[in-house]
């Protein structure tokens, strides 16, 4: 485990969400795909962004915190060794590999990388 990759969070309301993290907390936007549903908002200097997911477009999206790792893919036959049910196999993303599980309380976290093959 190497960081924090990023935070999500739902948005019921996801234009007005928007506008509470950029006019109200004042967070400058990292990137802006509002067309397939989510945002990202920096926070002060650090790399991870929270990034809001609309509820329109992502029904069954929770709080989320994902973590870098150096290989998603080999990491997920390791982790599942260890006990970790995740909730799919590793799936691409724009920037590398992810996948998602529950910790023994039911939050939900993910593991991604930045390997883009």
């Known amino acids: 485990m190497k960081n924090y990759d990023n935070f999500f969070f739902p948005a019921e309301d996801f ?4 506008k509470f993290y950029s006019e109200v907390l004042g967070l400058p936007v990292k990137f802006d795909f509002s067309d397939y549903g989510m945002i990202a908002f920096k926070v002060g200097k ?9 509820k329109k477009r992502f ?7 994902w973590i870098e790792v150096g290989d ?6 390791e982790m599942t060794k260890k006990g970790v049910r995740f909730l799919s196999e590793p ?22 990388d930045y390997i883009n093959d």
């Open 15 to 18: 234009e007005e969400s928007k």
């Open 46 to 54: 650090e790399e991870p962004a929270i990034i809001l997911k609309d």
């Open 91 to 112: 799936f691409k993303i724009k920037t590398g590999w992810a996948a998602e599980f529950n910790d023994p309380s039911g939050n939900l976290l993910g593991i991604t």
């Open 59 to 65: 029904p069954n999206a929770k709080p989320a915190i």
């Open 72 to 77: 998603v893919r080999k990491l997920f036959p």
